[in-house]
């Protein structure tokens, strides 16, 4: 039988949770406010900064006593304060098992599986323990000194967030103001609780980001950071709140290994997650918004998978369509004018309307308000809905979640989603449906970051790393100036388009095109002065061309909008914002921003999707009416679809049907289309965009009766092999590269279309030669040299050499004699540039007279170095001599 313990003798022992927090103290002092007779048993904190101010600040507060020195003989009462958790409690065991003893709990933490059996309980779902217990010393006039009002205040501060957690309540704001009037000092709770980061944690809170996954769980997205470290990590709830202010994160669970224990820390922002139910289960606690637990005898690996899983047991999926939807469902069937769905857009007062076909009962997409005004603008409104409404649309089922809807919405840019049960469309969901539900479940819940803020938020991205990397010294720089420029004149700065695509596709970067909010014309006048440069205007459009000594040049333009008169003309200009100037250019992927104004420089401005379509591969357009305006849209869709590899989208694709089908071409200037097909004939390989374009039946916009057939192709398969051979040999040698499919393209045209054909396209006079008079020449002299081969060098010398480099290769790629082209590639290669290496004054030196005998003798000795018998100059001049004897002239 054990024998009678010696110690100190309480009747009521305080105590509170292991790792005690300034909650946990607080309301000790508090309970002890209750129990004056009462002996302080303190679990002890990892917390540095709660142990130092503890021990040297406050513990003369405390009627404290070690565990192992107290005598429980005499206890008949325990209070619990801020937890009800047995596997939190430390050095009570017998205490709670005995009988005897009463036991009374004051917490605010929700109920859980594992609380103790509380003979005297007062829970409240307040902010912080602190806030209970005051309120009942103010209840009972028992005034704190400032001293305990202050460690008091403390413990709710620190709980509530600085009042900023969602669990904060009124209660919390009206203890701590009664405690201010006791006197607690606002410098020290301010000293404890807003606390500098410090260079290890910076570390840590690095370590964290750069580990964290994303899992999306019934409709939630759950973020899990799994690290490790030797040692105890101070403050790691704090670096913990850090990541989830500065992410905006709505669940985050930090899993951390520190030396042979596992700490969980959660923080959750959402009502459909209790992160406190879910770690207890783990033996830990908290509250719905924030808990924390232990783990022994588990791998990093295994807690996370079980953290998942008991995601997936405690969230609800929340089933909201039914709820927002409207119905029934307003629609219109897609062979309807777009006249109709005018009017019944005016009828209804609706912006968007549903697109059905009546003969397979089915969904088939959505017209807009805006989009049926433009085509009645352009005088189409006889064509059938189905030719401009968007087809790339999805639809959900009654049961779908919030989450779903959400994506769908906003991250896929839908206007409307009907909700479609068993093949039938039950209702519709749209944009103001949406927002108004995430408002209202804003409200509902009391979110404190910016729920709705942050879901509608324009996407932006930091890239200055990515510049760094991937841009020279010299541009870099060039980009910093612009930006400084700009705050200078206090104008908004961007590089735009095709820079900023590029530079994330990892290709090189040509052209920098700078956007100014504001009058580009003025900025480009001074910068231009204040580098040194040249700069030419044009004020129609607001733009001018900075010009570098170097011939750099750097484009720059007012942030403007445009809108078209008739289909096909040039665009009205007005000046606009950043975000209206993207909006009216081509394709999503040429919609990105980059900042360049010091505070913000290098941050990537996302208005369209374009990070998403650039990530998909896919050629979207911005509107439905975007090649209607501007039918060399198509042109490019192509050439971009065929540049980097991407598909055109399915809607994109419907819309250059569309637009060829009602011939938007007619009123386009054929100087257009011929600037178009030579940027795509100039790619390194446009057979993939040729034959794109003859898919859409493009070939015929350039002329009825051309023809490109398999053995155009063939040819043009030649074409791309000989120009990959002389691109090899002849780097700085440039020629047209574009002319020699062109002159493919036309060869088996009769002449008349040939000549409406660049009559049509508005071909300058010396390429409707080259195109025209020098490739039937060339393909003469190619029928000539095949017919007459193997023929002499002088022979193909003089066959060939008044025929420029365009030409030598086009023959080349014509003919299917591998002898004849090799014959052809040994003239290119070997001598062409063969010339007398003697002059008209080695022939007045040998005695023969200036005149034309001159050119016959140059040509002998042209002819004989052809044949390789004059390997000197020496040669050169006693062969001229022997041929001037011969001939009378000496």
């Known amino acids: ?241 850090k990541i989830v202010r500065m992410e905006s994160l709505d669940l985050y669970f930090a899993i951390v290994l520190m030396g042979n224990k596992i700490n969980i820390i959660a923080r959750n922002r959402i009502p459909e997650v209790d992160v406190g139910r879910i770690l207890a289960s783990f033996g830990g606690g908290g509250h719905a918004y924030a808990a924390s637990a232990k783990v022994e005898n588990h791998t990093l690996t295994q807690v996370e998978l079980m953290v998942i899983d008991q995601v997936k047991q405690a969230t609800r999926k929340i089933q909201v369509a039914r709820t927002l939807m409207s119905s029934p469902a307003i629609t219109i069937p897609a062979t309807a004018s777009c006249e109709q769905a005018g009017s019944i857009m005016t009828r209804y007062n609706i912006n ?117 990397q991937r841009l020279d010294a010299w541009t870099l720089d060039l980009l910093k100036a612009i930006g400084k420029t700009g705050d200078e004149l206090n104008l908004n700065l961007y590089v735009v388009g095709g820079f900023v695509r590029d530079l994330l596709l990892q290709r090189r970067v040509d052209d920098i095109d700078i956007v100014v909010e504001g009058d580009g014309i003025f900025f480009a006048k001074h910068f231009a002065k204040k580098m040194g440069c040249r700069v030419n205007t044009h004020k129609k459009f607001g733009t001018a061309v900075i010009i570098f000594p170097d011939n750099v040049k750097v484009d720059v333009a007012s942030a403007r909008l445009e809108y078209y008169n008739f289909p096909a003309a040039l665009p009205i200009v007005e000046k606009s914002s950043i975000k209206r100037d993207l909006a009216r250019r081509d394709f999503t992927i040429n919609t990105l921003a980059l900042s360049l104004n010091p505070d913000n420089f290098g941050t990537m401005i996302d208005y369209f999707g374009a990070n998403r379509d650039l990530k998909d591969k896919t050629i979207r357009t911005i509107h439905n009416l975007s090649f209607v305006e501007d039918p060399t849209r198509i042109f490019r869709a192509i050439k971009f679809s065929n540049r980097f590899g991407f598909k055109i989208g399915k809607v994109t694709s419907n819309l250059i049907k569309n637009a060829i ?39 015929k916009v350039i002329h009825p009766q051309l023809e490109i057939t398999p053995a155009t192709y063939m040819i043009f398969e030649s074409v791309n092999k000989t120009l990959a051979w002389h691109d090899l040999l002849y780097v700085d040698e440039k020629y047209p590269r574009w002319a020699v499919y062109f002159m493919v393209l036309l ?31 060339a393909e003469n002299r190619l029928s000539f040299i095949a017919s007459n081969f193997p023929v002499s060098r002088q022979k193909l010398y003089w066959a060939l050499i008044n025929f420029k480099t365009e ?84």
């Open 747 to 777: 060869h088996r045209c009769p002449f008349g279309v040939c000549e409406q054909i660049c009559k049509r396209l508005m071909v300058p006079v010396s390429e409707t030669r080259l195109l025209m008079e020098s490739r039937y020449k």
């Open 661 to 699: 089908k009602v011939d938007s071409f007619k009123n386009l200037s054929g100087l257009r289309v011929l600037s178009e097909l030579k940027q795509i004939f100039s790619e390194e390989n446009p057979i993939p965009a040729i034959q794109t374009m003859v898919s859409y039946g493009l070939e």
């Open 1 to 241: 039988m054990q024998g009678k313990k010696k110690g100190i003798r309480a009747k009521t022992i305080i105590t509170s949770h292991v790792n005690a927090d300034y909650d946990a103290i607080a309301a000790m002092l508090a309970a002890q406010k209750l129990y004056p007779e009462a002996l302080i048993i303190f679990p002890g904190s990892q917390e540095k900064n709660l142990r130092d101010f503890f021990i040297s600040s406050m513990s003369y507060l405390f009627n404290m006593a070690d565990p192992a020195s107290i005598d429980f003989t005499d206890t008949r009462t325990l209070v619990l304060v801020d937890t009800r958790q047995k596997n939190r409690l430390l050095g009570v065991k017998d205490l709670l098992e005995n009988k005897q003893v009463a036991i009374h709990v004051y917490d605010h933490h929700p109920p859980g599986p594992d609380d103790v059996d509380a003979d005297m309980e007062i829970f409240k779902p307040y902010g912080a323990t602190a806030t209970i217990l005051g309120e009942i010393l103010q209840e009972k006039n028992i005034v704190p000194t400032p001293e305990e009002a202050t460690v008091m205040a403390l413990g709710i501060y620190e709980d509530t967030g600085m009042f900023t957690h969602s669990s904060t309540t009124r209660a919390d704001f009206i203890q701590a103001g009664y405690l201010l009037s006791c006197g607690a000092s606002l410098n020290t709770i301010v000293s404890l609780v807003v606390r500098e980061i410090r260079a290890e944690q910076v570390t840590w809170l690095n370590e964290l980001l750069n580990e964290m996954t994303v899992h999306k769980i019934n409709g939630i997205e759950v973020h899990i950071s799994t690290i490790s470290s030797s040692y105890y990590i101070t403050d790691l709830a704090s670096i913990v709140q």
């Open 352 to 468: 968007t309307l549903v697109v059905v076909d009546e003969n397979k009962n089915s969904y088939e997409g959505y017209i807009t308000r805006q989009v049926v005004e433009k085509i009645f603008f352009h005088k189409l409104k006889d064509r059938p809905v189905e030719e401009y409404m968007n087809s790339e649309a999805s639809s959900v089922s009654s049961d779908a979640d919030i989450d779903e809807i959400e994506y769908k919405i906003i991250e896929e840019k839908q206007r409307i989603i009907p909700v479609i049960d068993n093949g039938s469309i039950t209702g519709v969901i749209t944009r103001t449906d949406l927002l108004n539900y995430l408002v209202q479940h804003n409200k509902a819940v009391k979110h404190t970051d910016q729920l709705i803020f942050k879901r509608q938020n324009t996407k932006k991205r930091q890239i200055h790393n990515i510049m760094e």
């Open 807 to 890: 030409c030598i290769l086009y023959m080349m790629a014509l003919t299917k004699d591998e002898a004849v082209r090799k014959a052809i590639s040994n003239f290119y290669t070997d001598y062409r540039h063969v010339k007398p290496l003697i002059r008209g004054r080695d022939l007045i030196n040998i005695g023969v007279k200036p005149g034309p005998e001159f050119t016959k003798i140059f040509s002998r000795v042209l002819n004989a170095k052809l044949d390789g018998d004059l390997d000197t100059r020496k040669k050169e001049i006693a062969f001229a001599a022997a041929y001037a004897r011969t001939q009378g002239l000496i």
